[in-house]
């Protein structure tokens, strides 16, 4: 099974300020890590797929990067409703598996 | 438009069976390369992978979990359904039904069940 580590587990920071979340894996997924948004009380949505590809609808100032064991997401700037929680997914081998998540908290 | 809707009880006795259903509209078990599949989070935590169908019945479960579930669809009502046994206490969780076709991510989700389990 693909471990997938997040980190920080938390991270504070303004409105306008530049947001770096990690994800590591345990073993190559190649580039078949997503990253979702989770806000309280809704389900996660699909912000970035395949490591740097944003899903339909996703601001440009979300992006991914990163292949093999080691991806970042960033948000360029952030947004008042950026404040959340956020995962990565690898679908490179069964069983799926998702890190423990990121919260995205205003400082 | 697609959607997922999950059912099911909200509450579970400890050791009972859960049985959750997912019935969806704008898209068919029946077309090749489309999937659903479960995701549980407990309170406060982190998502986790339980088990998912394909439309050529390929299954896939969590292997800490295998011992404990079943997932099965039934094409022609437009519902997956999901059953997993000897619930305790720790199993409480929402529950969401996803979509995801072959070679992609889970793109749509239902808005997901809180079940407790609890005598």
């Known amino acids: 099974e693909i471990v997938l580590t997040q980190s920080p587990a938390t991270l504070s920071l303004s409105p306008g300020e530049r947001a770096t979340l990690s994800c590591r894996a345990s073993?190559?997924?190649?580039?078949?890590l997503a990253w979702y948004q989770q806000k309280p009380g809704q389900a996660p949505r699909l912000l970035i797929y395949?490591?740097?590809n944003r899903a339909t609808g996703i601001p440009a100032r979300f992006s991914g990067s990163g292949s093999g064991t080691d991806f970042t997401l960033t948000i360029s700037s952030l947004e008042p409703e950026d404040f959340a929680s956020y995962y990565c997914?690898?679908?490179?081998?069964?069983?799926?598996?998702f890190g423990g998540g990121t919260k995205v908290e205003i400082k | 438009q697609i959607t997922l809707k999950e059912s099911g009880p909200t509450l579970v006795k400890p050791t009972q069976t859960l049985t959750l259903t997912c019935t969806f509209t704008g898209i068919s078990l029946i077309n090749r390369a489309v999937g659903v599949g479960w995701i549980r989070q407990p309170p406060g935590k982190a998502l986790e992978w339980l088990a998912f169908i394909y439309w050529d019945d390929e299954k896939h479960y969590s292997p800490s979990l295998q011992s404990r579930l079943t997932i099965t669809k039934d094409a022609s009502k437009n519902q997956v359904v999901l059953t997993m046994a000897n619930m305790e206490p720790v199993d409480t969780a929402t529950f969401y039904c996803?979509?995801?076709?072959?070679?992609?991510?889970?793109?749509?989700w239902g808005r997901g069940t809180l079940v407790t389990v609890s005598s």
């Open positions: 073993q190559s997924v190649s580039n078949y």
């Open positions: 997914h690898q679908r490179s081998n069964w069983p799926l598996t």
């Open positions: 395949d490591a740097s």
């Open positions: 996803a979509h995801r076709r072959s070679n992609a991510n889970f793109d749509y």
